[in-house]
């Protein structure tokens, strides 16, 4: 199994980016689909989450109506949508991958990672 998360950058705060995550080695459409992300000194925190089906969403408070996540089961990838960045937003930012369906938010309970991309926010 194999996830690639690519996308990251520079970019001033205001701005967006685009990050995607694709995936192979794994029955993608069956899978739970997650976004974290990790700032220097701190704990690995969740982002946002999205279903096998593409139906459930959620996102934590803080990038609420900010970010907004997709996944196009037919490429096998994952999407993560990032408008107004803010410099607390840098981070370096993993998809990971829930075969068990548990709609957590803990990174606990995902079994597979990618390899993360660095998204800086200048203020």
């Known amino acids: 199994v194999q996830l690639q998360a690519f996308g990251g950058g520079l970019v001033q705060a205001g701005g967006s980016l685009r990050l995607s995550c694709a995936a192979s080695?794994?029955?993608?459409?069956?899978?739970?689909m997650g976004w974290f992300r990790q700032a220097p000194g701190k704990e690995r925190e969740f982002v946002s989450f999205?279903?096998?089906?593409?139906?459930?969403?959620y996102y934590t408070e803080s990038v609420e109506g900010r970010f907004t996540i997709s996944r196009d089961n037919a490429k096998n990838t994952v999407s993560l949508q990032m408008s107004s960045l803010k410099p607390e937003d840098t981070a370096v930012y993993y998809c990971?991958?829930?075969?068990?369906?548990?709609?957590?938010?803990?990174?606990?309970?995902?079994?597979?990672w990618g390899q993360g991309t660095l998204v800086t926010v200048s203020s």
């Open positions: 080695g794994l029955t993608f459409s069956t899978y739970d």
């Open positions: 990971a991958a829930d075969r068990d369906h548990s709609g957590s938010h803990s990174p606990d309970e995902y079994e597979y």
């Open positions: 999205i279903s096998w089906s593409g139906r459930r969403t």
